[in-house]
T-cell receptor, first 112, second 115 residues
Framework: GNSVTQMEGPVTLSEEAFLTINCTYT??????LFWYVQYPGEGLQLLLK?????DKGSNKGFEATYRKETTSFHLEKGSVQVSDSAVYFC???????????FGKGTRLSVIA | EPEVTQTPSHQVTQMGQEVILRCVPI?????FYWYRQILGQKVEFLVS????????KSEIFDDQFSVERPDGSNFTLKIRSTKLEDSAMYFC?????????????FGQGTRLTVV
């Protein structure tokens, strides 16, 4: 079945540091890939997505590239801010009505 | 901007009691989902619903759980006899149409605490 593996947290960075959160997946066919973010006390918000190989999703300075050859969708940001502190979830969808499959989440704390 | 709305935001219930968690999906969406997140753990799929019936469910979604779309706008999750291990954040999500490009929109969640 489909599955997502993302790096264990927590990750603690200083403001303006470079962020990478690794995500790899196992899936049949050609899934869509997503990053969701959960800020403290809030629900899940879509951060970015990519629907086919070599697509790059980007939003709020975050980027992730759909790499079919390495089955990866790593999240990156060049300069994190305190306001980026949240839990980040990598997810995939096999298409159609199939539900999202989530990774375990990575907690990011950014300190000033 | 349209959003998925869940009520209540927090519910405390005694073990063995029935609870109903409510969701109002985005109005023109067709696919509806419930997920749960036990504190500090991953988000787990429970059930998906389309065309007034369950289209897929996980192992977690046993006979204690049921879903309903009673009036064309609300989408409810019922737990008949709650257990301590049902304590979690429950998220409702909806999706507009079939296809790999459509994202799921999530509500803010209902935190269920079973005591």
């Amino acid at each position: 079945g489909n599955s997502v593996t993302q790096m264990e947290g927590p990750v603690t960075l200083s403001e303006e540091a470079f962020l990478t959160i690794n995500c790899t997946y196992t899936a049949t066919g050609y899934p869509s890939l997503f990053w969701y973010v959960q800020y403290p006390g809030e629900g899940l918000q879509l951060l970015l997505k990519a629907t086919k190989a070599d697509d790059k999703g980007s939003n709020k300075g975050f980027e992730a590239t759909y790499r079919k050859e390495t089955t990866s969708f790593h999240l990156e940001k060049g300069s994190v801010q305190v306001s980026d502190s949240a839990v980040y979830f990598c997810a995939l969808s096999g298409g159609g009505n199939t539900p999202l499959v989530f990774g375990k989440g990575t907690r990011l704390s950014v300190i000033a | 901007e349209p959003e998925v709305t869940q009520t209540p935001s927090h519910q405390v219930t005694q073990m063995g009691q029935e609870v109903i968690l409510r969701c109002v999906p985005i109005s023109n969406h067709l696919y509806f989902y419930w997920y749960r997140q036990i504190l500090g753990q991953k988000v787990e799929f429970l059930v998906s619903f389309y065309n007034n019936e369950i289209s897929e469910k996980s192992e977690i979604f046993d006979d204690q759980f049921s879903v309903e779309r009673p009036d064309g706008s609300n989408f409810t999750l019922k737990i008949r006899s709650t257990k301590l291990e049902d304590s979690a954040m429950y998220f409702c999500a909806s999706r507009g149409r079939q296809g790999i490009n459509t994202e799921a929109f999530f509500g803010q969640g209902t935190r269920l605490t079973v005591v």
